[in-house]
Every structure is written in structure tokens, then in C-alpha cells.
């Protein structure tokens, strides 16, 4: 069973900063694409950013430049650095693990929100 826990959500103003992590399961860390995605309310789930396995890196366009993704294989963890917040950014944040074997699986976190209002 892979399980994905997001942890860091919350309250900010605009132009701070919050970091969230996201612990996956060991079996699949190691292999796994990952990433975070968000769904601002009435819009359709977007990409923030991705690292694969190997540390490839994609980021929205919205984000390049303020938000940083990276990954711990020691703890088989994934962070997202948020730096200079807008309301824009204003979301739930998931978390997500997509590999092959055999055939694409692709799992999701729970979410956690993430506010930036004054």
C-alpha cells in the first residue's frame, strides 16, 4: 500500500514563505516521479512542480522562481520551498507519486491548504 502525508499547510501573508513536505512510502520512493499539484477553488488541479528520481526538475511557469521542489531518499521525503507567496497561490497542495511498473501508477496525498491573505 503506498501512502503519500502532506504536512506544512497554513496561513500566510503575501510575500512570506511556507515549506511543505510530503513522506512517502519506502517502497516506491526510490522509483517514483514526484510532485505537487493544486486546486484553487472552482479551477481544475494544476502542476507546481516535479522531480524525478534521478533530480530532474519541472516547474508551472507561475511558480519558477519562488518555489523550490527537492528530495530526501534518507527520509523519503519531498519538500516544496514557497517563497513570496501571493493570494494566487492560494490552494489545496497535493502531493504525488507516479511510477511504472509494468504499467503508470499514480498516487495522491490528502492535501493540505494553503492560504496567503493579509
Known amino acids: 500500500q503506498v501512502q503519500l502525508v502532506e504536512f506544512g499547510g497554513g496561513l500566510v501573508q503575501p510575500g512570506g514563505s511556507l515549506r511543505l513536505s510530503c513522506a512517502a512510502s519506502?517502497?516506491?520512493?526510490?522509483?517514483?516521479?514526484m510532485g505537487w499539484y493544486r486546486q484553487a477553488p472552482g479551477k481544475e488541479r494544476e502542476l507546481v512542480a516535479t522531480?524525478?528520481?534521478?533530480?530532474?526538475?519541472n516547474y508551472a511557469d507561475s511558480v519558477k522562481g519562488r518555489f523550490t521542489i527537492s528530495r530526501d531518499s534518507a527520509q523519503n521525503t519531498v519538500y516544496l520551498q514557497m517563497n513570496s507567496l501571493k493570494p494566487e497561490d492560494t490552494a489545496v497542495y497535493y502531493c504525488?507519486?507516479?511510477?511504472?511498473?509494468?504499467?503508470?501508477?499514480?498516487?495522491w496525498g490528502q492535501g493540505t491548504q494553503v492560504t496567503v491573505s493579509s
Open positions: 519506502a517502497s516506491i520512493f526510490s522509483i517514483a516521479t
Open positions: 504525488n507519486a507516479k511510477f511504472k511498473i509494468l504499467n503508470t501508477h499514480n498516487y
Open positions: 522531480i524525478t528520481n534521478d533530480g530532474s526538475l
